[in-house]
Nanobody, 124 residues
Framework: QVQLVESGGGLVQAGGSLRLSCAASGRRSSDYIMAWFRQGPGKEREFVAV????????NSAGSVKDRFTISRDNAKNTLYLQMGFLKPEDTAVYYC?????????????????WGQGTQVTVSS
């Protein structure tokens, strides 16, 4: 199995940028489809972005499209989320997740492994 550890969260003003990282250990990250999810205060966990095993295909939620970019470096076993033009509504705990399945799923139930999350707070 794989262990996932997120980092890079913090407090940022609206309009600012952050880059989140997710370090994988235990198994090669290239064995998994990987994704970012987030959970805001009082909300359910929601899909943010997903990336294929090779990194050649990505998909992201409409609310973050053109502002967030998912990428991965399999040589470093690391997943990234570059976030720009941040808004207060982006405030959430951000989680990375790994799936051993064959589809780039948007549902949390499709992911087998989860990190502990990193807090992102965007002030207005």
């Amino acid at each position: 199995q794989v262990q996932l550890v997120e980092s890079g969260g913090g407090l940022v003003q609206a309009g600012g940028s952050l880059r989140l990282s997710c370090a994988a250990s235990g198994r090669r990250s290239s064995d998994y489809i990987m994704a970012w999810f987030r959970q805001g205060p009082g909300k359910e966990r929601e899909f943010v972005a997903v990336i294929s095993r090779t990194g050649s295909v990505t998909n992201s939620a409409g609310s973050v499209k053109d502002r967030f970019t998912i990428s991965r470096d399999n040589a470093k076993n690391t997943l990234y989320l570059q976030m720009g033009f941040l808004k207060p509504e982006d405030t959430a705990v951000y989680y990375c997740a790994a799936s051993s399945g064959d589809t780039m799923a948007l549902a949390t139930a499709s992911y087998d492994y989860w990190g502990q999350g990193t807090q992102v707070t965007v002030s207005s």
